[in-house]
């Protein structure tokens, strides 16, 4: 039985990034403004903290004020110093191989994510410009596989789902890895970590050996989501906006489970593209599934954006009860579909390049006070444009409920007012509402206030 509770040790690469130059070094020890160390050391204790059954990055954080991590370079190339590490990441004083991999992705992306940002793709407009970011995002950490068939499906769900709803996400996992299809999740726990499971099993049964299980997540939600082991790709991107891009630029269809404000914002944001008309052509397979007893979520979510974005919308996604072999016979169809089009199209098979995406959904959103009493959320625009400004509001829910930055706003300035048409804000009012009664919205949700106040025009 272990006692301990916190760990000092030093860590090494397995493969790759055995040499850094002195100045990545130095930025990844500098604690100014213009540094890294802060937002690596925040990002390394979420991966040493996998498994934990808190998700306010705040008290995460608070928990581990004494947690330091230290970068050396010495003959045999770059060492992490860990000191005070959550001991639930070794195994007998070793290092769990999964966690010490993810260490060293979170590295790998932080400096070079810096490093492009800076200098990416100069004299493209911004929208392409952001794109292309993405792409050599995930083609840096080797996500971009050319020459295979379309396989990868994303499955979007909550972290705080309950018992049933997580068995039902590992067989729906079980059953898309039967048909060797790899999947990509947040990377978190709950309806991001039980597909993995189940595809794992699957997987070992078909005899595949390199599959895929993919995670992407971003610095302001990694310490509240903190990656599952069985995750053997992590990728960190910049902010919240490039993370759902590169999900729809890399996936080929999407599996949605039930989740809270986290989960509606990923199904407005892909729902926001497929409406737009550069897009109503595009064959991208997107089914909401759970189990029985999760029907009234799956109506109330149906119901919501039949009164918000309307029929047409709704007709881009099909919903799917208590049945993960249709999900599943239904995502390798629609996988089937994919792969004609972009073979008749030309398009590549491993990035998603004619989807348009408008900037309305690339531009990072601040969740403040005052930014989100400033959405524009009436029916006078494109449906596209609401899909996206109801994608924001959700976003400030979710910084709200679990990240840092968010949290402190609310303490400070009292819960986010999202202010608009009436016949938008009382469907959605109805919606949260539900989501809070379902306990959704936290892990810890005995304690839970809303971090917002919908007020209809």
């Not at 040790?9 to 130095?26: A, C, D, H, I, R």
């Not at 991208?284 to 189990?291: A, K, N």
């Not at 409920?401 to 109805?430: T, Y």
């Not at 936290?442 to 809303?450: E, W």
Request: charged letters at 20%; one cysteine or more; hydrophobic letters at 35%.
């Amino acid at each position: 039985m272990m006692t301990e509770q916190f760990i000092t040790t030093s860590v090494t690469p397995l493969e790759s990034l055995n040499s850094l130059t002195p100045f990545e070094v130095e930025k990844l020890r500098d604690a100014s403004q213009g540094g890294l160390y802060n937002l690596f050391r925040k990002c390394a204790l979420a991966v040493l903290n996998s498994g934990s059954q808190e998700d306010s990055t705040k008290r995460v954080l608070e928990k581990h004020r004494n947690f330091d991590i230290r970068i050396t370079q010495k003959h045999r190339g770059v060492q992490l110093d860990l000191i005070n590490a959550p001991a639930t990441a070794f195994v007998d004083g070793e290092i769990i191989t999964g966690i010490r991999e993810h260490l060293f992705s979170v590295l790998r992306d932080l400096l070079y994510v810096g490093d492009e940002l800076d200098q990416c793709c100069p004299g493209l407009i911004d929208s392409e410009a952001t794109t292309n970011t993405v792409f050599h995002v995930l083609r840096h950490a080797n996500a971009i596989r050319p020459h295979v068939k379309p396989d990868m499906v994303v499955c979007w769900g909550g972290h705080s789902i309950n018992r049933t709803e997580y068995e039902y996400t590992k067989k729906v996992g079980y059953e898309l890895g039967l048909r060797g299809l790899n999947i990509c999740t947040g990377c978190g726990p709950g309806a991001m970590k039980g597909p993995m499971k189940g595809a794992t099993i699957a997987h070992a049964k078909q005899r595949i050996r390199d599959g895929r299980y993919l995670g992407i997540s971003e610095p302001g939600i990694i310490a509240a989501e903190s990656p599952n082991p069985i995750v053997n790709e992590l990728i960190i991107m910049p902010d919240i906006e490039k993370r759902l891009e590169a999900f729809v630029r890399l996936g080929h269809g999407i599996v949605v489970f039930p989740g809270g404000a986290g989960t509606m914002e990923e199904i407005l944001y892909i729902l926001g593209i497929l409406l737009h008309e550069k897009n109503t052509h595009l064959p991208f397979p997107l089914i909401l599934t759970g189990p029985e007893s999760s029907e009234a979520y799956l109506n109330s979510v149906d119901a919501f954006i039949r009164e918000t974005l309307g029929t047409k919308a709704a007709g881009r996604y099909q919903i799917v009860i208590a049945d993960p072999h249709l999900v599943a016979s239904q995502m390798k169809e629609g996988m089937q579909q994919v792969t004609d089009y972009r073979k008749a199209t030309g398009e590549s098979f491993h990035f998603n390049w004619q989807m348009h995406i408008p900037s309305e959904f690339q531009q990072p959103f601040e969740p403040t006070h005052a930014n989100m009493a400033q959405l524009n959320l009436s029916r006078n625009q494109p449906d596209y444009l609401l899909a996206a400004n109801l994608r924001c509001a959700l976003s400030g829910i979710v910084a709200g409920n679990v990240k840092e930055q968010g949290i402190r706003a609310i303490e400070e300035g009292g819960p986010f007012r999202i202010c608009g048409e009436s016949s938008l804000m009382h469907p959605l009012d109805q919606l949260l509402q539900s989501f809070v009664e379902q306990r959704r919205m936290k892990l810890n949700h005995r304690d839970y206030k809303p971090c917002y106040s919908v007020v209809p025009a």
